[in-house]
């Protein structure tokens, strides 16, 4: 029998920052916006290193209910320094994700491990499949992927 720990959603400033230390991830903004993703663990789907040899998707979205979804990524020195990304709608079937620096100052490390963050989705996104493009405010490279 697989027993899983239970969802916790964290909605308070203090709440996520204690998580992010908790995690050491270097910044914790003044709160959430309200479209931001709450932190979490990866999908235990989510195969950075998939065993036929093929490149890894990055970043991996899946469903959690109608209304919630999650993406599994990899810790990147471009998302140092920024708050939780942040989801908005770009049409009904276009999402937009994205990273905004808000600890110019914060002191990085250079590991890479997974995360995930849940997100509401934007009540404009009405369409399937959604496309979907994950930014960073310090980064040129754009990620893509899809959510069926």
Known sequence: MKVSAPRVRLTS???????????????????PAQNAGV???????????????SPGVVPYFEWVDETHFTMSTWNSRAQCGSG??????????????????????????????????????????????LQITVTAENMKHVDHGTLE
């Open 84 to 129: 939780a990304p942040t989801v908005v709608a770009a049409s009904t079937t276009e999402l937009h994700i994205h990273y905004a620096i808000t600890d110019r100052d914060a002191v990085c490390e250079a590991s890479e491990r997974t995360l995930g963050y849940e997100f509401e989705l934007p009540e404009d996104a009405t369409g399937r499949p």
């Open 39 to 53: 932190f979490m663990a990866p999908s235990p789907n989510f195969d950075p290193y998939p065993s036929d040899g």
């Open 13 to 31: 400033a203090a709440a996520l920052c204690a998580l992010a230390v908790a995690s050491t991830l270097a910044a914790c903004s003044t709160g």
